[in-house]
Protein backbone atom coordinates (compact mmCIF):
# COMPACT_ATOMS: atom_id res chain seq x y z
CA UNK A 1 0.00 0.00 0.00
CA UNK A 2 3.01 2.27 0.78
CA UNK A 3 4.35 1.87 -2.54
CA UNK A 4 1.54 2.48 -4.20
CA UNK A 5 0.51 6.12 -2.52
CA UNK A 6 4.34 6.86 -3.18
CA UNK A 7 3.72 5.71 -6.82
CA UNK A 8 0.59 7.75 -7.17
CA UNK A 9 2.08 10.57 -5.37
CA UNK A 10 4.81 10.88 -7.85
CA UNK A 11 2.79 11.07 -10.49
CA UNK A 12 0.72 14.04 -8.60
CA UNK A 13 4.02 15.97 -8.82
CA UNK A 14 4.13 15.24 -12.36
CA UNK A 15 0.95 16.69 -13.26
CA UNK A 16 1.22 19.73 -10.87
CA UNK A 17 4.72 20.42 -11.48
CA UNK A 18 3.74 24.07 -12.43
CA UNK A 19 2.26 24.53 -9.18
CA UNK A 20 4.92 22.65 -7.34
CA UNK A 21 7.63 24.86 -9.22
CA UNK A 22 6.26 27.95 -8.62
CA UNK A 23 6.04 26.77 -4.75
CA UNK A 24 9.51 26.39 -4.58
CA UNK A 25 9.95 29.39 -6.09
CA UNK A 26 8.55 31.30 -3.65
CA UNK A 27 5.69 32.61 -5.98
CA UNK A 28 2.67 30.26 -5.01
CA UNK A 29 1.93 31.89 -1.63
CA UNK A 30 1.49 34.99 -3.23
CA UNK A 31 -0.89 34.03 -5.50
CA UNK A 32 -3.05 31.47 -3.40
CA UNK A 33 -3.70 33.73 -0.84
CA UNK A 34 -5.57 36.42 -2.66
CA UNK A 35 -7.07 33.81 -4.42
CA UNK A 36 -8.19 31.44 -2.16
CA UNK A 37 -9.64 34.16 -0.46
CA UNK A 38 -12.19 34.89 -3.38
CA UNK A 39 -12.58 31.35 -4.12
CA UNK A 40 -13.88 31.01 -0.32
CA UNK A 41 -17.02 32.68 -0.67
CA UNK A 42 -18.13 30.39 -2.89
CA UNK A 43 -17.06 27.35 -1.10
CA UNK A 44 -18.32 29.03 2.28
CA UNK A 45 -21.88 29.50 0.68
CA UNK A 46 -21.88 25.65 -0.56
CA UNK A 47 -20.38 24.27 3.13
CA UNK A 48 -22.84 26.45 5.07
CA UNK A 49 -25.75 24.95 2.91
CA UNK A 50 -24.35 21.58 3.40
CA UNK A 51 -23.53 21.94 7.10
CA UNK A 52 -26.51 24.14 8.39
CA UNK A 53 -27.84 21.48 10.07
CA UNK A 54 -24.72 20.34 12.15
CA UNK A 55 -23.58 24.01 13.12
CA UNK A 56 -26.95 24.95 14.32
CA UNK A 57 -27.10 22.16 16.74
CA UNK A 58 -23.30 23.12 17.51
CA UNK A 59 -24.05 26.51 18.09
CA UNK A 60 -26.96 25.87 19.82
CA UNK A 61 -26.23 26.20 23.76
CA UNK A 62 -23.72 28.86 22.80
CA UNK A 63 -25.77 31.58 25.71
CA UNK A 64 -24.98 28.87 28.13
CA UNK A 65 -21.79 30.32 28.07
CA UNK A 66 -23.21 34.22 28.40
CA UNK A 67 -20.61 36.19 30.97
CA UNK A 68 -21.79 38.50 33.70
CA UNK A 69 -21.94 41.31 31.38
CA UNK A 70 -24.99 39.59 29.58
CA UNK A 71 -23.22 39.70 26.38
CA UNK A 72 -21.47 36.74 24.97
CA UNK A 73 -17.94 37.47 23.77
CA UNK A 74 -17.19 35.39 21.22
CA UNK A 75 -13.68 35.10 19.63
CA UNK A 76 -13.42 33.18 15.99
CA UNK A 77 -10.20 31.64 14.86
CA UNK A 78 -9.61 31.92 11.40
CA UNK A 79 -12.78 33.56 10.62
CA UNK A 80 -12.31 33.87 7.13
CA UNK A 81 -15.50 35.49 4.76
CA UNK A 82 -17.75 35.21 8.27
CA UNK A 83 -19.93 32.27 7.33
CA UNK A 84 -20.38 31.27 10.69
CA UNK A 85 -22.08 34.53 11.48
CA UNK A 86 -25.58 33.79 10.72
CA UNK A 87 -25.22 31.09 13.51
CA UNK A 88 -24.21 33.32 15.99
CA UNK A 89 -27.02 34.58 19.01
CA UNK A 90 -28.53 37.89 18.85
CA UNK A 91 -26.28 40.21 21.11
CA UNK A 92 -23.13 38.90 20.51
CA UNK A 93 -19.83 40.28 20.65
CA UNK A 94 -17.72 39.18 17.62
CA UNK A 95 -13.31 39.60 17.09
CA UNK A 96 -11.87 37.57 14.23
CA UNK A 97 -8.51 36.51 13.63
CA UNK A 98 -6.98 35.29 10.81
CA UNK A 99 -3.43 35.09 9.03
CA UNK A 100 -4.72 36.26 5.80
CA UNK A 101 -5.40 39.96 5.68
CA UNK A 102 -7.18 39.48 1.91
CA UNK A 103 -10.70 37.65 4.02
CA UNK A 104 -11.15 41.34 5.61
CA UNK A 105 -13.76 42.75 2.53
CA UNK A 106 -15.46 40.00 2.84
CA UNK A 107 -15.65 39.38 6.42
CA UNK A 108 -16.99 43.34 5.99
CA UNK A 109 -20.09 42.27 4.32
CA UNK A 110 -20.50 39.48 6.54
CA UNK A 111 -20.89 42.36 8.97
CA UNK A 112 -23.53 44.77 7.08
CA UNK A 113 -25.45 41.12 6.59
CA UNK A 114 -25.59 40.17 10.11
CA UNK A 115 -26.90 43.15 12.35
CA UNK A 116 -28.04 40.85 15.10
CA UNK A 117 -24.39 40.94 16.17
CA UNK A 118 -21.60 43.55 17.35
CA UNK A 119 -18.16 43.35 15.25
CA UNK A 120 -15.16 44.40 17.73
CA UNK A 121 -12.44 43.95 15.24
CA UNK A 122 -10.57 41.62 12.91
CA UNK A 123 -7.00 40.89 13.93
CA UNK A 124 -5.23 39.60 11.25
CA UNK A 125 -2.51 37.09 12.97
CA UNK A 126 -2.24 33.33 13.30
CA UNK A 127 -3.85 31.00 15.46
CA UNK A 128 -0.50 30.44 17.54
CA UNK A 129 0.30 34.04 18.45
CA UNK A 130 -3.12 35.93 19.31
CA UNK A 131 -1.09 37.94 21.51
CA UNK A 132 -3.25 41.22 20.57
CA UNK A 133 -6.28 39.27 22.66
CA UNK A 134 -6.18 39.57 25.86
CA UNK A 135 -5.37 37.16 28.21
CA UNK A 136 -8.81 35.53 30.12
CA UNK A 137 -11.23 37.84 27.52
CA UNK A 138 -13.84 35.79 25.44
CA UNK A 139 -16.63 33.40 26.91
CA UNK A 140 -16.62 31.21 23.88
CA UNK A 141 -13.73 30.52 21.24
CA UNK A 142 -14.82 29.15 17.66
CA UNK A 143 -12.88 27.30 15.27
CA UNK A 144 -14.37 25.73 11.85
CA UNK A 145 -12.53 23.97 9.59
CA UNK A 146 -8.69 25.95 10.11
CA UNK A 147 -7.07 22.79 12.73
CA UNK A 148 -6.65 21.66 9.67
CA UNK A 149 -4.66 24.04 8.45
CA UNK A 150 -2.59 25.86 11.17
CA UNK A 151 1.16 25.11 11.65
CA UNK A 152 0.97 23.88 15.23
CA UNK A 153 -2.39 22.74 16.72
CA UNK A 154 -1.00 22.45 20.24
CA UNK A 155 0.32 26.30 20.51
CA UNK A 156 -3.31 27.24 18.63
CA UNK A 157 -5.20 25.49 21.68
CA UNK A 158 -2.54 26.88 23.94
CA UNK A 159 -3.53 30.17 22.84
CA UNK A 160 -7.71 29.18 22.52
CA UNK A 161 -7.34 27.99 27.07
CA UNK A 162 -4.95 31.64 27.21
CA UNK A 163 -7.87 33.95 26.05
CA UNK A 164 -10.66 31.83 27.43
CA UNK A 165 -12.41 32.56 30.63
CA UNK A 166 -12.53 30.00 33.48
CA UNK A 167 -15.15 28.22 32.70
CA UNK A 168 -15.58 29.19 29.08
CA UNK A 169 -15.85 27.33 25.82
CA UNK A 170 -13.72 25.96 22.56
CA UNK A 171 -16.48 24.72 19.51
CA UNK A 172 -14.79 23.28 17.21
CA UNK A 173 -15.98 21.69 13.24
CA UNK A 174 -13.30 19.90 11.74
CA UNK A 175 -12.40 17.68 8.94
CA UNK A 176 -9.97 15.36 9.48
CA UNK A 177 -8.31 12.18 8.68
CA UNK A 178 -10.91 9.37 7.28
CA UNK A 179 -10.36 5.83 9.22
CA UNK A 180 -7.73 3.88 8.42
CA UNK A 181 -7.53 0.81 5.51
CA UNK A 182 -10.51 2.70 4.13
CA UNK A 183 -9.93 4.02 0.37
CA UNK A 184 -10.89 7.68 1.67
CA UNK A 185 -7.87 7.40 3.93
CA UNK A 186 -5.77 5.86 0.65
CA UNK A 187 -6.82 9.07 -1.57
CA UNK A 188 -6.00 11.24 1.33
CA UNK A 189 -2.88 10.04 1.72
CA UNK A 190 -1.65 10.35 -2.48
CA UNK A 191 -3.80 13.76 -3.06
CA UNK A 192 -2.57 15.44 0.20
CA UNK A 193 0.85 17.54 -0.88
CA UNK A 194 -0.90 19.33 -3.78
CA UNK A 195 -4.29 20.07 -1.29
CA UNK A 196 -2.06 21.29 0.75
CA UNK A 197 -0.76 23.73 -1.80
CA UNK A 198 -3.98 24.66 -3.63
CA UNK A 199 -5.67 25.42 -0.25
CA UNK A 200 -3.82 27.07 1.47
CA UNK A 201 -1.78 24.66 3.38
CA UNK A 202 -5.34 22.21 3.98
CA UNK A 203 -4.22 19.34 5.92
CA UNK A 204 -6.42 15.93 4.66
CA UNK A 205 -4.61 13.24 7.04
CA UNK A 206 -5.04 15.15 10.02
CA UNK A 207 -5.87 13.91 13.24
CA UNK A 208 -7.43 16.42 15.03
CA UNK A 209 -8.94 14.79 17.89
CA UNK A 210 -6.20 13.31 18.99
CA UNK A 211 -4.67 16.67 19.68
CA UNK A 212 -7.98 18.21 21.37
CA UNK A 213 -7.73 15.29 23.85
CA UNK A 214 -4.19 15.97 24.97
CA UNK A 215 -5.14 19.39 25.42
CA UNK A 216 -5.62 20.84 29.08
CA UNK A 217 -9.09 21.46 28.62
CA UNK A 218 -11.70 19.80 32.16
CA UNK A 219 -14.62 18.95 29.48
CA UNK A 220 -14.24 17.59 26.29
CA UNK A 221 -17.53 16.62 23.96
CA UNK A 222 -16.72 15.23 20.59
CA UNK A 223 -18.46 13.60 18.01
CA UNK A 224 -16.83 11.36 14.74
CA UNK A 225 -19.03 11.89 11.81
CA UNK A 226 -19.81 11.48 7.83
CA UNK A 227 -20.84 14.91 7.00
CA UNK A 228 -23.24 15.45 4.18
CA UNK A 229 -20.43 17.02 1.86
CA UNK A 230 -20.22 16.83 -1.70
CA UNK A 231 -16.25 15.99 -1.79
CA UNK A 232 -15.97 12.60 0.18
CA UNK A 233 -12.70 13.22 1.02
CA UNK A 234 -13.15 15.41 3.22
CA UNK A 235 -16.49 13.93 4.69
CA UNK A 236 -14.72 13.04 8.02
CA UNK A 237 -15.42 15.30 10.32
CA UNK A 238 -15.32 16.05 14.31
CA UNK A 239 -17.73 18.19 16.46
CA UNK A 240 -18.19 19.28 19.90
CA UNK A 241 -16.98 21.71 22.22
CA UNK A 242 -14.59 21.76 25.43
CA UNK A 243 -14.51 23.85 28.34
CA UNK A 244 -11.58 25.04 30.19
Known amino acids: MALTIFILRLAVYILAFPVFLMN ?22 IYNRQMASKKRELFGNLQEFVGPSGKLSLLEVGCGTGANFKFYPSGCRVTCVDPNPHFEKYLIKSVVENRHLQFERF ?21 TVV ?98
Request: proline share 3%.
Open 123 to 143: VVASGENMHQVADGSMDVVVS
Open 24 to 45: FLGLWSWICKRLFAYLMVTFAM
Open 147 to 244: LCSVQNQDQVLREVCRVLKPGGAFYFLEHVAAERSTWNSFWQQVLDPLWYLLFDGCNLTRESWKTLERASFSKLKLQHIQAPLSWKLVRPHIYGYAVK
